[in-house]
């Protein structure tokens, strides 16, 4: 029996011992195969060859022709193993590594800094998020994906290396060296997020290497400049800044990049560096940490070792310190002539020598230099800059953002008809426009300016809530992120009298300087400068998207290393790429072309398209000019008159509240609401029936046709050119009517007959009614309901009756050059003439908008009448409206909304579900909305531009040929 038990307890020992011992992370899938070359070339080399393998030299791509001579005679003459590249380009690059490759007897091993990209060191590359951006987020499998597509750009460009991750805990936030490439404070974290980085760079086939060991977190010295020293006795110094290196090891990490520091409780002899310490490179990371990858030196012409010794010295110190690679030497024959005479003197073995060219081979054989291929220098750069580049960024910036104080819950930004919000630009850099864009995409932001500080707060007395963007530069991590001075007495100023939101565009640490946050409602910490996260920040500011991140870092006393506080996004649209929400980006370009050609046929002089799904706008473009003979291009700020997509914007949503709150229900008869219906032969037609359109109303009436004279011009008795109380009806430009002629309307409407048989009639009629009906119930004008009701609390800040009054004309898009009625360019006035005669205010007719605005209230039918963190209609009175109860009598229609087509012709491309719904309008307009494919289309154009008679766009269908290709782009 007690045999039996000591035989398990020695088993189980030996077991959880080969299990602590990681497996060799350079052996190749087929280790005889691997073995068999790394001896074979070994055996070719003689002893001065072999320490040639030793040294990584640098090269440039953006050298001169003497830097590339020196390198060609290193690789010809010192038969040396790598090259670590340096600052330049890739297609250079890429052309001078394929020179170097080709008269090298022995494959070089490549490496390069590329820690947040190959653009760390080259031009025309990708930029990936910081280390302590990465720090923030707690989905590591998006740290892992950033590890993976900085490996495949790696591999692209022929890099077998990247000296990446950087897994110093950075305690110090002083340290001038490491800070933003690090991946935080917290062991725990940075292990977790290096060992992602790691898993993704090697799946994609690239070898990694932490960095800097034994830890160089936790210096305010940068070791290329002097040698740092870290003081932390051993027991610390085991337990933090070596943990992410156990970890990493036990899963396979193939390098690590010893630093220059000087660790007196590691290394006894002073002033050693960590570089030449046998202590620590050998006996502690060789042997304690069982590491068997590669080791490189960091470079060895940095001070922090260079003042150590003398060229060549210094590489024989490293080489006997257990260093397998000696990078950028200060002069590389020297230091073979040094290694060769040491080993021709006995200081090391054949075997010492052996050990470490035969991990270089290894490693050579692992990432295919046995079977080199030289690089494709075609679409190089197409290549390093991808789509899927940007996808992962956004996700990066979505889960990274932290919010670390939200006083009274300011954040996400709320009932915005309350709020009247300045923005505030402080830092240093240069174009921060993107932040400012995204943020009027909600609402109605004003950008404040002023040179001194009294003026500043005269001038944000106009305000209730102030975003103050700090925007220091994102050229590189070491950029300073302090406030200055003078920032922090206006930013103080400023928290003092108002309502402010400050938001951190630069690493953390920047919070240090806030001595007090007691008069700041809301601080974000955005991370980086980039025009991502500016747009991604602005989102998260008005409740798009979550609030998900958490501090790498403490800040100071009072943000402590994983504060964070998270909300859930509050539905209001967000803005990113297609295949974000499974779509196309190279199929919904097919909208551009079909924009240009409609454009270039004079169907619409111009037009702006939206296309979101999922409740992301992922294309809102412009197109086209104003006018045909114009200068004026159509922006995504400019206005057009939707016509009667008014029908559904402004009319029904306020219907739709009505009959929520019981005071009419889609039975409701006409003479129910309106008493002078009660004679009318159309007292009995219901709520239902008439929105149907199946209540055999005429489609319309040419009302101003009986206000014109002989001559077909408005006619005196009607009209004048200057307004009165009795002329009062603002129709155009220096064009009143009588203040009575729309009641007018309203009684040739209700004298009207009657269609002789019930059938699908489309009419105009229903809104001329509830407009009557919703102004007398509330005693209030439609425009000022609907902006009081749905537009102010949208942020739909760009939709309006009569906007000429509000706009500048530059910002309104002219509908006709009318010749038969008001005989003038219409622009800035409503262009259907009922409405116009109704002062510009239709129930069918009248709102002007743009593509982004439309969307939203689309977008708030879409999520059954919640938008934004409010809830404006009750999913059942959704529902009830977008119903066809007239389908089985040949009616398409809901209550209010346009369906699909019953049949073969109709209002869509036939590609939409049955549960959709919209509208369109005559002067070239059109929404839609899919609940099942969660989709919103926004179509706006001037169609009738410069003659109504044009009615191209419809028979060509450009409309819904727009929304085929759209769903012909969804590819998940």
Not at 76 to 89: D, M
């Amino acid at each position: 029996m007690r045999l039996a038990i000591s035989l398990i307890i020695f088993f189980f020992i030996s077991f959880n011992s080969v299990a602590q011992k990681s497996v060799n992370p350079l052996l190749a899938k087929d280790p005889i195969a691997q073995q068999r070359w790394v001896d074979s070339v070994y055996n070719s080399l003689d002893t001065r060859q072999r320490v040639g393998q030793l040294f990584m030299a640098r090269a440039l791509s953006n050298g001169n022709k003497s830097n590339e001579a020196e390198v060609a005679r290193l690789i010809n003459n010192q038969q040396i193993g790598g090259i670590i590249y340096s600052t330049g380009g890739p297609v250079k690059q890429a052309k001078l590594n394929n020179i170097y490759q080709a008269i090298s007897n022995v494959p070089l091993l490549i490496g390069m800094d590329a820690e947040w990209g190959l653009s760390m060191r080259l031009d025309s590359t990708y930029a990936f998020p910081y280390n302590m951006t990465l720090g923030a987020i707690t989905d590591n499998k998006i740290v892992e994906q950033v590890g993976r597509q900085i490996g495949e750009h790696s591999k692209r460009i022929g890099v077998h290396f990247n000296f990446a991750p950087a897994v110093d805990i950075n305690t110090n936030p002083k340290n001038p060296i490491i800070g933003n490439r690090s991946f935080g404070e917290d062991r725990d974290n940075v292990t977790a997020k290096g060992l992602a980085f790691m898993k993704g760079m090697q799946d994609a086939g690239v070898l990694a290497n932490a960095k800097h060991f034994p830890g160089h977190g936790d210096t305010d010295t940068d070791s290329h400049k002097t040698l740092p020293t870290i003081n932390f006795n051993e027991r610390r110094i085991d337990s933090i800044e070596l943990y992410p290196y156990k970890k990493l090891i036990q899963e396979g990490l193939s390098s690590v990049m010893v630093a220059h520091l000087n660790v007196p409780s590691l290394e006894p002899k002073e002033g050693t560096p960590s570089s030449l310490s046998k202590h620590i490179i050998t006996d502690i990371l060789k042997e304690r940490l069982q590491f068997e990858g590669l080791i490189f030196t960091d470079a060895l012409e940095m001070k922090g070792v260079s003042n150590f010794s003398k060229p060549g010295d210094i590489d024989l110190a490293a080489f006997l310190a257990g260093n397998d690679v000696l990078l950028i030497s200060e002069n590389v024959p020297v230091a073979i002539d040094k290694i060769v005479a040491a080993y021709e003197a006995n200081e090391f073995t054949e075997e010492r020598l052996a050990h470490s060219v035969k991990k270089i081979l290894m490693a050579k054989y692992k990432v295919g230099l046995h079977n080199f291929s030289p690089i494709a220098t075609t679409g190089l750069v197409e290549d390093l800059n991808r789509l899927k580049d940007d996808l992962l960024y956004e996700r990066v910036m979505e889960n990274a953002i932290t919010v670390v104080r939200n006083q009274r819950g300011i954040l996400p930004l709320r009932h915005l008809e309350t709020k009247k919000i300045a923005y505030v630009e402080m830092g240093d850099a240069i174009d921060n426009s993107a932040y400012l864009e995204e943020l009027r995409k909600y609402t109605k932001v004003h950008h404040i300016k002023a040179t001194k500080l009294d003026e500043l707060m005269t001038k944000l007395q106009n305000y209730n809530t102030v975003i103050i963007g700090f925007h220091k530069s994102n050229v590189n991590p070491w950029k300073p992120y302090q406030f200055s001075d003078k920032e922090m007495v206006w930013l103080y100023e400023m928290a003092r009298t108002n309502t402010v939101i400050l938001d951190v565009f630069a690493r953390p640490y920047a919070l240090i300087d806030l001595h007090s946050i007691e008069n700041f409602q809301g601080i974000v910490v955005s991370y980086q400068n980039s025009e991502i996260s500016m747009r991604k920040s602005a989102q998260l500011i008005f409740g798009a998207i979550p609030a998900k991140g958490t501090l790498p870092v403490s800040t100071g006393e009072h943000f402590m290393v994983g504060d964070g506080i998270k909300f859930p996004s509050i539905q209001s649209l967000s803005y990113g790429l297609p295949e974000s929400v499974g779509m196309s980006s190279e199929k919904l370009k097919k909208i551009d072309s079909m924009a240009k050609v409609t454009i270039a046929h004079k169907a619409a002089p111009g037009m702006q398209i939206l296309v979101a799904r999922k409740g992301k706008v992922v294309y809102n473009k412009a197109f086209g000019k104003h006018t045909y003979e114009g200068k004026e291009k159509v922006d995504l700020d400019d206005m057009y008159d939707v016509a009667s997509l008014t029908k559904i914007l402004a009319t029904l949503p306020l219907l739709m509240e009505l009959e929520e709150k019981g005071i009419v229900s889609t039975e409701t008869k006409l003479s129910q609401i309106l008493p002078e219906y009660r004679d009318s032969n159309k007292k009995n037609v219901t709520l239902k029936q008439m929105l149907s359109h199946y209540a055999r109303l005429k489609p319309w009436i040419p009302f101003y046709s009986a206000t014109l004279d002989a001559s077909k011009k408005p006619d005196p008795k009607y009209y004048r050119r200057v307004s009165s109380p009795m002329f009062n009806v603002k129709v155009a430009d220096e064009m009143y009517l009588r203040h009575d002629y729309p009641d007018t309307i309203q009684k040739l409407i209700r004298d009207s007959d009657l269609l002789s048989r019930l059938q699908y009639r489309y009419s105009d009629f229903p809104y001329f009614i509830l407009k009557e009906y919703i102004e007398k119930h509330y005693d209030k004008g439609l425009d000022e309901l609907v902006q009081e009701h749905f537009y102010q609390s949208l942020g739909a800040n760009h939709t309006t009756y009569n906007p000429a009054a509000i706009f500048s004309n530059s910002q309104l898009v002219p509908t006709e050059i009318d010749d038969y009625f008001r005989h003038q360019t219409v622009h800035g006035y409503v262009h259907d003439m009922g409405a116009a005669m109704q002062n510009g205010v239709g129930g069918h007719a009248g709102i002007f908008s743009n593509s982004n605005d439309v969307a939203k209230i689309m977008q708030m039918y879409l999520q059954k009448g919640y938008y934004g963190g409010k809830r404006y209609l009750k999913p059942e009175t959704i529902d009830k409206f977008n119903y066809c109860y007239y389908c089985g009598s040949g009616v398409r229609r809901g209550i209010g909304f346009d369906k699909p087509q019953l049949g073969t012709k109709g209002p869509t491309c036939g590609c939409v579900s049955l549960s959709s719904f919209g509208h369109s309008g005559f002067t070239g307009t059109y929404a839609w909305a899919d609940p099942e494919q969660e989709i919103v289309y926004v179509f706006l154009s001037n169609r009738t531009y410069p003659n109504a008679s044009n009615n191209i766009l419809l028979k060509e269908g450009i409309r819904t040929e727009i929304q085929r290709l759209i769903y012909e782009a969804i590819i998940e």
